[in-house]
Structure formats: structure tokens, C-alpha cells
């Protein structure tokens, strides 16, 4: 199987967008989440019921931001993949064209 740098660059910009169409859903439809305070209605336990609708709500907010974060560090991640490899595929092609590859030697 050969591994091409460019469809690991691919991947990244897939989970970045993903991140990015997720990220501006659930600001969207978050806001919508929690429930009106007059949702209880007159009841006892009415203000109870808002409450915890409410810290429901919040929850679900700070999960998908969790989440958001992590699809944007494994963009990150993968794109960082795709660099190796290039970095390896060049160095490979020195190799087997008979040039020889550039490497740091601590001078300068």
C-alpha cells in the first residue's frame, strides 16, 4: 500500500470541516436546547424541572465543545502525519535517484 501525504492532508481538511460545521450547528441549535423559565408553569416543582433543564443544557454545551476541540487537535495531528511522510517519500526518492538527502548537522 503506498501512502500519499496528500490524502492525509485530505483527511485533516475532512475533520477540520467537520469541526468547524459542528462547531456552528450546536451554536445554532444549543441556544435552543434549555428550556423557557415559564416552562414549569405554575407547578411545585416547576422551578426544579428549569433548573435542571438548564444544567442539562450547559452540560451538552461544554461536550460539544469538548469534542469540537479534539476533531481540531486530530486535524492537527493528521496534517502533522502528512508532513512526515512527505518528509520520508523525499527523502526516500534522494535515496533511490542516488542524491543525496540534505540532513542537519548541528553547523551554522
Known sequence: MQVVAEEFVRLARATLDASVRLAEEWSGAGAALGPADSAGGDTLHGPSFVAAAH???EAADVAVGRLVSVLQE?????LRVAFDVSVVDESAAHRF???PTL???GVG
Not at 486530530?74 to 493528521?78: N, P, Q, R, S, T
Request: aromatic letters at 0%.
Open 55 to 57: 444544567r442539562a443544557a
Open 74 to 78: 486530530d486535524a492537527d495531528d493528521v
Open 97 to 99: 535517484a542516488g542524491v
Open 103 to 105: 540532513r542537519r548537522t
